[in-house]
Every structure is written in C-alpha cells, then in structure tokens.
C-alpha cells in the first residue's frame, strides 16, 4: 500500500513565487526523497534526506523533515515556467523492506 | 550505458496476450526496481532485485505477473493473460545499491513502457 500521501494534488502559482509542497508518511524512515516527473515518464532524483535531518538545501530547493509529525515539505523557491511538473516524495522504510515508496504526486503548474 | 533504457517504449497489445517488457540498468548498479504508474496516479511498487535474487516481490499485483534478472543487469517483467486493468506505464529504475538493499542510494529512472490492453 501506498505510505506517503500528498498535499496539495495540485498547485497553479506564477512565475517568481514560490511553491510549497508538503508529503506525510506513516512508519519510521531512514530517508525521504524527492522525484520530479515530466509528462507522465520516467522520474528524476532532486534530493534526499536522511532521518536525522531536519533541513537539506539545493539549488533554489529546499526541503525539511519532521519525524515527530512524520512529514515532509519541498520549497521551490523563485519558480518558473521551467518548473512544471509532477512532484513526487518516495520514502524508504525498513519496516517496508527498503524499498522505495511513493505518494500520489503534486501537479505544479508555473504560469508564466 | 549512460541511463536506464526500457524498451519497448509503447506497446499495445489485445486482452489475454503475454507481454514482455525489458529494462537495461546502468552499468554497475546492482539494485533494480519496477514500478507501475496509472494516469494521473503515483507509483505502485511491483518488485527490486538486488543482483539476480528478488527479496521483495510483494507488490506483483497477481500470479500473472512475474519478473527475472540475469547476469546481474537485463530485467524483464513479463505479464502473462493481459487484462485492461494492466493497461499503465511500467517504470524501470537501478540505483548502485551500496546501502541496505540499496535502500540510501537515489533511483535512476528509465523513460517508461506504455502499456495499452485492448
């Protein structure tokens, strides 16, 4: 079953704002990740987080980790055009056997 | 190679046909994962190698599904008795699987099989 769920689904903003994306899990982690996916295909990596993190930047990303709430944010700070996409977080649990589990996504449209 | 290639990129297929889909790791990974996307949905784990053995097969969603890796690289799923309802992408990503299980390295996704059951 799926573990992380996603919130918003989807999320219009203008260009130069910022968007912020938030992801929830359910069991104990050893890391959280974050996917972007372009036109429904295959996904690419942006970054990762380990459980004793609490803030990771990169770029204009910038994600944080709150065990205690089990939760997760993804803030694209300045966005652009360049930006849409579908946004996914993918945790890894032990509990879960390692593998990778995704949630539902967040659409981002940037509107120039 | 230089990514993950998955082919056949698109495949359709009429209901009750065996389909097999093949993905290509990079070279040197030794953790390989499947994954099922419907539209507009997220990613629905199926299996991941860790060099040719499968400790997690609990995401095949039925007996029909089943998957193999050989010498380490080439994966193919193959869906045998194809219903509409297998009708998805289907995601093939490796990671260099020096964790657990390959568990704290990122993905490396291919570009996906579109699968259309009839």
């Known amino acids: 079953s799926q573990q992380g769920e996603e919130d918003p689904q989807a999320l219009s903003i203008q260009e130069g704002e910022n968007a912020t994306m938030n992801c929830s899990y359910k069991?104990?982690?050893?890391?959280l990740q974050w996917y972007r996916q372009n036109s429904g295909r295959g996904l690419v990596h942006l970054i990762l987080i380990r459980s004793n993190e609490r803030e990771k930047h990169s770029g204009r990303l910038r994600v944080t980790l709150d065990t205690s709430k089990k939760s997760s944010s993804l803030l694209i700070t300045a966005s652009r055009a360049a930006d849409t996409a579908s946004y996914f977080c993918?945790?890894?649990?032990?509990?879960?056997?390692?593998?990778?589990?995704f949630g539902q996504g967040t659409e981002l449209s940037v509107k120039p | 190679g230089a990514g993950v290639s998955q082919s056949p990129s698109n495949k359709v297929t009429e209901k009750g046909k065996d389909v097999e889909l093949r993905c290509d790791p990079i070279?040197?990974?030794?953790?390989l994962y499947w994954y099922r996307q419907s539209l507009g949905q997220g990613l629905e784990f199926l299996i991941y190698?860790?060099?040719?053995?499968?400790?997690?097969k609990s995401g095949l969603p039925s007996d029909r599904f089943s998957a193999e890796r050989t010498g380490g690289s080439v994966s193919t799923l193959t869906i045998q008795r194809t219903q509409q309802e297998d009708s998805a992408v289907y995601l093939c990503?490796?990671?260099?699987?020096?964790?657990?299980?390959?568990?704290?390295?990122?993905?490396?996704f291919g570009s996906g099989t579109q699968l259309s059951v009839l």
């Open positions: 069991t104990s982690i050893n890391n």
């Open positions: 990503a490796s990671s260099s699987g020096t964790g657990l299980w390959g568990a704290n390295e990122k993905l490396f």
């Open positions: 070279s040197g990974h030794t953790a």
């Open positions: 190698f860790q060099g040719n053995s499968a400790p997690d």
């Open positions: 993918a945790s890894l649990s032990y509990n879960q056997g390692g593998k990778l589990i």
